[in-house]
């Protein structure tokens, strides 16, 4: 079992930025493909940003060029920077770990094992 604990989220205004860091159990991290989620209120969850085992990373198109996804194998973790913040980028955020490094499709939520609790990003405009 992977516990997945998400950090770093808060209230900020529009063209601001924040640092999400989402902590992983186990011994296995640096073989997981590892996905940042959000919800936002009234809609459904959708992705925003993943990256695989070799570090190959992906992005909504809506927060390319803004977002950047990455991770530290020696400590677990993987991070979600977020600049140029914007109202519609207000959700919970959730962390997501993919057991499975042989995924080929990483921006649906369907892979993903493991979740964590979410995070709350709100975006004042």
């Known amino acids: 079992q992977v516990q997945l604990v998400e950090s770093g989220g808060g209230l900020v205004q529009a063209g601001g930025s924040l640092r999400l860091s989402c902590a992983a159990s186990?011994?296995?991290?640096?073989?997981?493909?590892m996905g940042w989620f959000r919800r936002a209120p009234g809609k459904e969850r959708e992705f925003v940003a993943a990256?695989?085992?070799?570090?190959?990373?992906y992005y909504k198109d809506s927060v390319k060029g803004r977002f950047t996804i990455s991770r530290d194998n020696a400590k677990n973790t993987v991070y979600l920077q977020m600049n140029s913040l914007k109202s519609e980028d207000t959700a919970v955020y959730y962390c997501?770990?993919?057991?499975?490094?042989?995924?080929?499709?990483?921006?649906?939520?369907?892979?993903?094992?493991?979740w964590g609790q979410g995070t709350q990003v709100t975006v004042s405009s």
């Open positions: 997501a770990a993919d057991a499975d490094a042989s995924t080929l499709v990483l921006t649906i939520s369907s892979p993903y094992d493991y």
């Open positions: 186990g011994r296995a991290f640096s073989r997981y493909a």
């Open positions: 990256i695989n085992w070799s570090g190959f990373t």
